[in-house]
């Protein structure tokens, strides 16, 4: 019996042993777990399911085996639920089954693996602002619930499937979460994301009145339009070339133009502040800040007795009408009792009057400047300015008078002008009367009224500023014989007394300048325009001046004038490099001051009156003053110090081929002279014939012309002639001994 049992054990054994040796002939038990998923949460589903995948199912008894350990014993479902996981519940699961025959079988293992934490959704927008996507960490086997909500719209579920991943057309603020299993399993919600959705439509800006070119204070109206926005509430915000607008549920935007520059608007749904229309291209908007003047301009009218008149207004754009006013008045507007109105800002009138138009546009109308007024039938009137004296001494007043004739009621303006300043408006009150004492050219002309109307402008009136002219008896002084001096003023009658001045040059300014001192016996002047001095023989410089009443009124210095010495003085002296009177207008010359002073001014005088000094013809360098090309001209050179003058010499510039070598310095009788003769070219001369005043002196081979003692009857005109060239003629002065 116990041996029987024991057989039995053994083929029990034999059989099973068996049955896991056929395992691959006859079918393999199978445990599945549904959901299958590589990771469990706590608190999910789950379901075993256990499969002998032979004989029919009731034929089956089936356990369950956790890490080697049945925690289901033998029973006739093939399923075991978990309904509610824990993190226990992880490890190595199998099932086994025996069938009446007492077969048993058991199936692969499968593990389980329950994670500690609540799983959670994540939300990812995709790289296009409309693609989300919605995944559980780390596992599989979920569907999702997306949701919606906005800082107005409380959170609503969105139906749009399942899936882990949407599209969404609008902004919002999204979350999603993950179910899976029967009942469902959720997923903590994942973060919420804000989705701003930038919308492909397309906004523009269209502008009302559509000028282009607004002035300031012009009311203008720009919207905002949605294309292919219909159905859909939109609201709108504006960007200004210095701020922007908060949101409005209007399109259009009314305001006073002021700012020149783009206008963009951009839109979104009222709705939705998430999503979002691009800014519009800009709207260039250009504001003029001054007002436009309008502009009036007469025409010959084709019908008799009548004139036509075009009001305009200069301005790139459109949309102006006219007004048109009669007389002083601007408040009212022509009837067209008064005149025709023809198209394109033009009227035709037959009344005599002053005319006026402005331009305006939009509404409210904005209004240019009235235009200058324009007179039919009367002429301007015109003013009239009167002097009481053309010429003014200095320090006097004339009185100036300006009228428009037969009228009243009129303020004047007064214009002045010189040949140096262009002319502006002297503002000295609004009468009809000033006085001045510049001189200068005067005009003046009338207005009245508000606007004002202006008379033609009047004749000009020329104020002088009294000048003497003095003039000497001669430029060069000679031995022996004296200076008279003569200063003459317009109205010489008018009881002028006379004083003489010797000019002092004055260094310290760089050039022209002198200070005057009165010449003795001259202090109280001398009612005689003459003035004669003797004894002078060196060179030296003379002002005069003219005044009278009580106290004196004067008129200005008169211009200096020279007289010139060519003896060299210690004192005070200048020599020429090369020492020559002519020269070529390519030469450079040194003029070369010497004497008591450590500074110099080089001056020039060129016949008749034209004063300069070194440093507009030449430089300055010490006391020598380098003249680079000689010009062609006859001017006289001396040297000036603070207080003396220098001996003068002549030097004469030549476009001729041949010059006369002459010394610039008088010759001393006695002295021995050498005079040559000289070719551009720089040619030697063969043959030199020699002149004195136009008489040959010298004809023979020499080239030269030696004097070996000069005498007074030396003095006179000399030139020279060689290869069929002639030079120009020089003085020579010979001085006594
Ligand atoms: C100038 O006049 C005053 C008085 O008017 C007189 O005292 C003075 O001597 C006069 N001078 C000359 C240089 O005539
Ligand atoms: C300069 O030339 C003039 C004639 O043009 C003459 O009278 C005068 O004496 C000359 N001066 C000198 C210094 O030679
Ligand atoms: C000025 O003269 C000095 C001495 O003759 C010379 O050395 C110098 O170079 C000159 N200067 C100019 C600018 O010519
Ligand atoms: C200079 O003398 C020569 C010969 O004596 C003569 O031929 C010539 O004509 C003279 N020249 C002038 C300018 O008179
Ligand atoms: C040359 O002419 C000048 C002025 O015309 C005169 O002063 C001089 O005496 C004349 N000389 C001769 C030698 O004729």
């Not at 200076?483 to 317009?490: F, G, K, P, R």
Request: charged share 20%; proline share 3%; glycine share 8%.
């Amino acid at each position: 019996m116990r041996m029987g049992h024991t057989l039995l054990w053994k083929l029990e054994f034999i059989l099973v042993l068996y049955s896991l040796l056929h395992s691959g002939l006859t079918q393999d038990a199978v445990l599945t777990i549904r959901p299958k998923r590589s990771t469990y949460f706590i608190g999910e589903v789950l379901t075993f399911h256990c499969d002998m995948n032979e004989g029919r199912r009731g034929d089956w008894e089936y356990k369950f085996i956790k890490d080697g350990q049945t925690f289901h014993d033998y029973y006739t479902n093939p399923t075991f639920n978990l309904n509610h996981l824990y993190k226990e519940d992880r490890g190595v699961y199998q099932c086994c089954g025996r069938n009446k025959g007492s077969n048993t079988k058991c199936s692969n293992t499968v593990s389980i693996h329950v994670s500690a934490d609540k799983p959670k959704s994540k939300l990812t927008a995709g790289t296009t602002t409309v693609t989300l996507r919605c995944s559980v960490d780390q596992s599989d086997g979920w569907k999702y619930e997306w949701f919606r909500r906005t800082s107005t719209i409380a959170e609503y579920r969105i139906n749009d499937g399942e899936n882990g991943e949407i599209r969404v057309s609008q902004g919002g603020i999204y979350s999603c979460r993950g179910f899976r299993g029967e009942p469902a399993f959720y997923s903590d919600k994942s973060d919420e994301v804000t989705i701003k959705i930038t919308l492909s439509t397309k906004v523009i800006v269209t502008q009302k009145p559509s000028w282009s070119q607004m002035f300031m204070g012009e009311t203008i109206t720009l919207t905002c339009e949605v294309q292919g926005g219909e159905g859909v509430q939109w609201e709108y915000q504006w960007r200004t070339p210095q701020s922007q607008t908060s949101w409005r549920n209007y399109k259009d935007w009314t305001f006073t133009a002021s700012i020149s520059g783009g206008y963009s608007c951009r839109s979104r749904p009222q709705d939705d502040s998430y999503s979002l229309i691009k800014w519009s291209e800009a709207l260039r908007l250009s504001v003029l800040a001054h007002k436009l003047k309008a502009e009036l301009k007469m025409t010959k009218s084709p019908v008799e007795g009548t004139v036509t008149l075009k009001c305009s207004v200069k301005s790139s754009s459109s949309g102006w009408r006219f007004f048109w006013f009669r007389g002083e008045k601007s408040s009212k507007l022509l009837t067209t009792q008064e005149a025709v109105f023809l198209s394109n800002g033009q009227i035709s009138v037959s009344q005599e009057g002053v005319y006026r138009c402005r331009g305006g546009r939009g509404e409210p109308v904005y209004h240019t400047e009235f235009s200058d007024p324009v007179i039919i039938g009367v002429e301007k009137p015109k003013a009239k300015l009167t002097a009481g004296t053309t010429t003014v001494s200095v320090g006097d007043e004339v009185t100036l008078i300006c009228s428009v004739e037969k009228s009243d009621g009129w303020k004047y303006e007064w214009f002045r002008r010189t040949s140096t300043i262009s002319e502006y408006r002297k503002y000295d009150g609004e009468n009809g009367e000033i006085r001045v004492s510049e001189g200068g050219i005067y005009s003046c002309r009338g207005f009245r009224g508000k606007p004002a109307f202006y008379s033609d402008t009047s004749n000009e009136v020329t104020i002088t500023i009294t000048q003497p002219v003095l003039r000497v008896s001669g430029w060069w002084l000679s031995p022996g014989s004296s200076v008279t001096l003569s200063c003459e003023v317009e109205h010489e009658s008018a009881g002028w007394s006379f004083y003489w001045y010797k000019a002092v040059p004055d260094l310290s300014h760089k050039s022209a300048s002198y200070s005057y001192e009165l010449l003795p016996a001259s202090s109280n002047g001398t009612a005689d325009n003459s003035y004669i001095i003797h004894g002078q023989t060196h060179t030296a410089g003379y002002v005069c001046r003219a005044g009278r009443g009580e106290p004196h009124v004067y008129t200005l210095y008169s211009q200096p004038h020279f007289v010139w010495s060519g003896d060299l003085h210690p004192s005070a002296s200048l020599s020429v490099s090369p020492d020559r009177v002519q020269h070529f207008t390519s030469d450079s010359v040194s003029l070369t001051c010497e004497g008591n002073s450590a500074e110099w001014r080089v001056g020039s005088f060129l016949l008749p009156d034209l004063l300069s000094f070194c440093s507009d013809w030449g430089t300055m360098n010490g006391s020598t003053c380098h003249v680079q090309k000689i010009q062609s001209s006859n001017a006289v050179f001396w040297c000036e110090s603070g207080s003396a003058f220098s001996n003068a010499v002549n030097i004469t510039g030549h476009n001729d081929d041949l010059i006369l070598l002459s010394p610039v310095h008088p010759v001393t009788e006695g002295h021995s002279l050498t005079l040559g003769c000289k070719l551009r070219t720089e040619n030697l001369l063969s043959k030199v014939v020699f002149y004195q005043n136009d008489t040959l002196i010298q004809n023979d081979s020499r080239v030269e012309m030696i004097i070996p003692a000069v005498s007074k009857s030396h003095e006179g005109f000399y030139k020279c002639q060689s290869s069929g060239k002639e030079s120009p003629q020089s003085w020579l002065t010979v001085k006594c001994q």
